[in-house]
């Protein structure tokens, strides 16, 4: 019925990589090996990542017990100080070993049981944290791009809410409108929304300065994070207000389109909550309209974020489709019901032919649907040929790396070496990075094949030719792609000797 796509190929194309791929299925069961195997893989960008789910709860504890915040100790909140009745400071946890464990397992999913329900512990865990992380964007984006560096990524996009407070107050104020024109109209109306695009950008400002002194990029001892490229998506409550969902989306795309620190939004919080169901159909025909308002913002989604049981059958039939189809997403986050949903095959050609690639964080999928192994539509996206890009989501919260994400795709699926390159590859291919690809056409219909510029010979080399060198400096993503394919070349070069 389907075919697989010859751009996932379990074909090595040269010796180097038949060698890796030798040594990756000789270590596959050598736990320690496959370990380091994984984590000095080249793994592209992190293209779907929430920057305060991003860092480890050991450093959000860390973080509350130096601004002085409280815990109010029976729901393991994080509150600002005094610290009354019912609260205790923050920085107990530096001596309390049992209180310090405690906060972990409250604002991550660690030592979270299997049976219980992940869903509620891992979303409710954002609310228990908020007051340590709303404060501190750059101290929070220098390490975790530090951890994106560590393991061997090229390029992170990260996710946060821009001036989150003046766009509920503008949005109360503008009120709802059903006209959607009118109602931009009225958001732009005597500079209101420009000044909220300021404000974004003043508190992007403010989180540069932050960032730069926290990962000393401006000292003799810059850390990794300072190298990393990084661009910002736009987070767009999906459970508030029709209004203020609309203002966060204007908000979002106009920042997109005048800060190139900015490239996209993304409509987050639970996919299955009452307003977000009753609302799912309205906020895609709003993306639609500010789609045709700002063509140069890129529009990626969490969609299908479900499975039967979480929501009721007649919700589970059409959100990727109405992603792909009404908001024409860029990009979809998770996927997971795609074969629940009416004419779901078509929706997979669709993704494949306009190349709308689907992130797919395996940990944070079993973790709050309990969907693994045979039941994710991984292996459906690929027969589809729909570009796949694998992700963390949140691995501060979800406790994991990408480097265990790769490593679970290779295990449970069989994947070799070959594709887990192209796996790598696909997450530059397909990030809101700008510029000119190092790669040419569709490659994951027909292959990494390079752009005419650079010629196949020279990838991986030190010294491309005069033509690839222009396309490098004039694109940032050829750039970062040609970084990776330097990597895979070190990489690879390992194993020559185990062969
Ligand atoms: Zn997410």
Known sequence: MTHRISGLSRRTRTAAEADTAARLDAIRDAPRLAEDFFRRLPKGGD????????????????????????????????????CGEGTRPAADARTDRAFHD?????????????????????????????????????????????????????????????????????????GWDPDLARLHEKLTAGGKLDRLVAEARKESDDADTEFRTAARCDTGSPRPACRLPVRWISQVSRGSSPERV????????????????????????????????????????????????????????????????????????FHIKEAVDVARADRIGHGVDLLHEDDWQRTARTMAVRETAVEVPFTSNAQILGVRGADHPFETYRAYGVPIVLATDDPGVSRI????????????????????????????EYAFLPGASLWRGNPTRDGYRPAADCRSTELGTARPGADCRRLLDASPKAAAQWKQERAFHHFESKFRAHS
Request: charged share 20%.
């Open 246 to 317: 609309f203002t966060q989306m204007a908000l979002g795309m106009r920042l997109a389109e005048r800060d190139p620190r900015f490239v996209a939004v993304n409509l987050v919080q639970p996919e299955d909550s009452e307003s977000a169901l009753r609302d799912y159909s309205l906020q895609m025909r709003m993306l639609r309209y500010l789609r045709g308002v700002y063509p140069g913002a890129h529009v990626t989604l969490h969609a299908g974020e479900l499975w039967p049981g979480l929501v009721k059958p007649a919700d589970l039939a």
């Open 47 to 82: 293209l779907h990542n929430h920057l305060s789910g991003a860092v480890s709860t050991e450093y959000l504890v860390e973080l509350a017990a130096e601004d002085g915040l409280c815990v109010d100790t029976s729901t393991m909140t994080a509150v600002a100080p005094p």
């Open 102 to 174: 405690a906060l972990v397992r409250a604002w991550s999913m660690q030592d979270f049981p299997a049976d219980g329900n992940g869903h509620d512990h891992f979303f409710d865990a954002f609310g228990k944290f908020g007051e340590v992380t709303w404060r501190h964007r750059g101290k929070l984006l220098a390490e975790v791009a530090d951890d994106v560096a560590a393991q061997n990524q090229f390029y992170l996009e990260t996710m946060v809410t821009p001036a989150s407070d003046g766009a509920k107050q503008l949005a109360a104020e503008v």
């Open 401 to 428: 790396d990408i480097s265990h994400e790769y490593r679970y795709a290779a295990d449970t699926y069989g994947l070799s070496y070959p594709e887990l390159k192209d796996l790598a590859r696909a997450s530059l």
